[in-house]
């Protein structure tokens, strides 16, 4: 009898392959508003600890303002994407990273994420972790607090015209940002989490920023 060679069997083998590669720690999908900057640094932190591309998924989302971000992640979650060999359902936890900027769709964001929490099940049937990691008022919060420690509200454009004082030549889009803010990073940790214990997420407009939460648990993955 000659090899079933259909494409649903070269599927199943492919993906039988996969998780076979897998590690023992939660599969992990992050989806990012910003199309280089955060997918690069969540990428250099995968790196950096050694942590498997079959374990943690970053992708950009195919929308900008939050509400678009996190339906993304969702769908990915739920119907997955074979051309960026993503399969249906293939995550423990899913985290959906967006600025406040001016968006109009950030409070319904973050209310939408936390109607997801919990309720939607996995290839598995376990129950999954679904988050958003706003920040207040941008990404570049958290890369700031490497060397400032804010507590008052700031404005995106200063927060990037006082991070370019430390960081020379930052623009959106920089790579190998973590490897230059990481011998900081446990301090940017404490102020990140000092700032969560004054404010929340929908404390606008006061800084806060949850990147601290992700990134504490993408480094700690392996321990």
């Known amino acids: 009898m000659g090899r079933d060679n259909s494409p649903r069997e070269r599927q199943r083998k492919q993906l039988a392959r996969k998780q ?36 943690v998924t970053v992708r950009p989302s195919v929308g900008t303002a939050p509400a678009q971000v996190v339906q993304y992640a969702h769908a990915l979650l739920v119907d997955g994407d074979r051309h960026k060999g993503i399969q249906p359902r293939a995550f423990e936890q899913v985290y959906a990273v967006f600025d406040r900027d001016n968006h109009d769709s950030y409070f319904d964001a973050l209310q939408l994420a936390q109607s997801l929490d919990g309720r939607l099940r996995n290839d598995a049937k376990q129950s999954v972790t679904f988050r958003a990691i706003p920040s207040i008022p941008s990404f570049e919060l958290w890369l700031l607090l490497h060397y400032e420690d804010v507590q008052s509200p700031v404005h995106r454009d200063e927060v990037m015209r006082r991070l370019k004082r430390h960081i020379r030549g930052y623009e959106k889009g920089a790579s190998g940002v973590f490897a230059i ?43």
């Open 181 to 223: 803010t990481h011998p900081k990073l446990n301090i940017a940790t404490l102020r990140a989490q000092h700032l969560a214990q004054r404010f929340t997420a929908r404390d606008d407009p006061e800084p806060y920023t949850a990147i601290v939460d992700l990134v504490t648990l993408l480094t700690t993955l392996r321990a």
């Open 20 to 55: 076979s590669r897998r590690a023992p720690y939660d599969r992990i999908l992050v989806v990012s508003e910003g199309s280089k900057t955060e997918p690069l640094y969540f990428g250099e932190i995968r790196t950096a600890y050694r942590l498997q591309t079959t374990n």
